[in-house]
Nanobody
Framework: VQLQASGGGLVQVGGSLRLSCAASGLTFSRSLMGWFRQAPGKERESVAHIRWSGGNTYYADSVKGRFTISRDNAKNTVHLQMNSLKPEDTAVYYC????????????WGQGTQLTVSS
């Protein structure tokens, strides 16, 4: 299984950025996909999840209304559109797959850095 995250970078407060994750080696359409993040000195936290149909999503309270997760099962990709970015969004963002769609993310990408400057 390979999960290749991209799209991170440096953005100013209030700006937007879109992360993408290209998946291979798994039955993507059956997998629950998610984005997680880890800031320096903090534990990794869940940001957003999306089920195979795309109609069932989860967002952490800290990103609700600002982030949108989406997926393209035909292209085996999942995206995270991030708007109204805040300094506290600064973290390494990881793409993950729950291949059994049972709430246990068992495959992880390498992470992409987002830095929000004030």
């Amino acid at each position: 299984v390979q999960l290749q995250a991209s799209g991170g970078g440096l953005v100013q407060v209030g700006g937007s950025l879109r992360l993408s994750c290209a998946a291979s080696g798994l039955t993507f359409s059956r997998s629950l996909m998610g984005w997680f993040r880890q800031a320096p000195g903090k534990e990794r936290e869940s940001v957003a999840h999306i089920r195979w149909s795309g109609g069932n999503t989860y967002y952490a309270d800290s990103v609700k209304g600002r982030f949108t997760i989406s997926r393209d099962n035909a292209k085996n990709t999942v995206h995270l559109q991030m708007n109204s970015l805040k300094p506290e969004d600064t973290a390494v963002y990881y793409c993950a797959a729950d291949r059994g769609a049972n709430g246990r993310f068992d495959s992880w990408g390498q992470g992409t850095q987002l830095t929000v400057s004030s």
